[in-house]
DNA sequence: CTAAATGTTAAGCC
DNA sequence: GGGCTTAACATTTA
């Protein structure tokens, strides 16, 4: 579920809960679930894995499904209870389960800095550029996964990028060269935008090129596994055409 | 059935 | 306190 483009879905699909009152709450989260009582959804936001509901007084609702959080919309897992289920009238309801909840009560432009979600509108590539930069030393494996540089990429966008563009997961930040540099930028959001059509057409998984692959489909040899870097995430990835720099 | 996985945060240590 | 590493959490699939 986790990654920024499946969040982006999740918002098109909660779109019937705009404007709407919530009527019921439950569930078994420790916040004061009951202060979503009466309000009105006035918005649906998303800023990288986050997935923010703003309600028409002052607050909102932040929702990080973390690496194994789903959600259901009318319907409801039979073995499992929500960590927070929101009711509104007809019956409708909006369940999320093992994820974390918590509220925020600033604006939510204060807070998050848009320009940093892969998927957003306000997507900058020239900051993320030079967030890069200010960290020449951060291995590019790291680098993709910096939520402060590129919010919404996850461990799948991180190894097909690098897959994508032909480079090493170990190369430095700064070693790259300056175009290259460049592409792993653009690549970040362009991915991610293929993994957003390709998840919604249920064809995510058959487009993998490097991610859970045993052979790189380039160069018909066998791709390299190993938990690299300071977040020791898997990573995948061809030594004979992924450029070490 | 055991292990590992799309992730983040808190605790622990020097 | 800072900076770093490890543990904890939670669910589904291979």
Redo the contacts with the bound molecule.
Sequence with gaps: ???GP?IVILKEQATPFLGRRIERVSGNTTIDKERLLGQRIEALRSW??HFLVEMDVDFSLRV?F???G?YRINEQ?S??TPRLSLGFDGGSEFNL??C?VRFIDVPLDLLYDWKADVMSEAWDPKLALSRLRAHPDTLACDAL?D?DVFAGV???IKNEVLFRIRVHPLSKVGDLPAAKLRELVNEARQYSFDFYEWKKQFVLKKHWLA??RRTCVRCQIPLQKA?LG??H??SFWCGNCQVHY
């Design positions: 579920m986790p990654e499946s990288g894995k990080h973390m690496l194994f789903s897992k073995w499992a389960y093992s974390s996964l939520q996850g461990n799948i991610h859970t938990h300071v977040t995430r898997r």
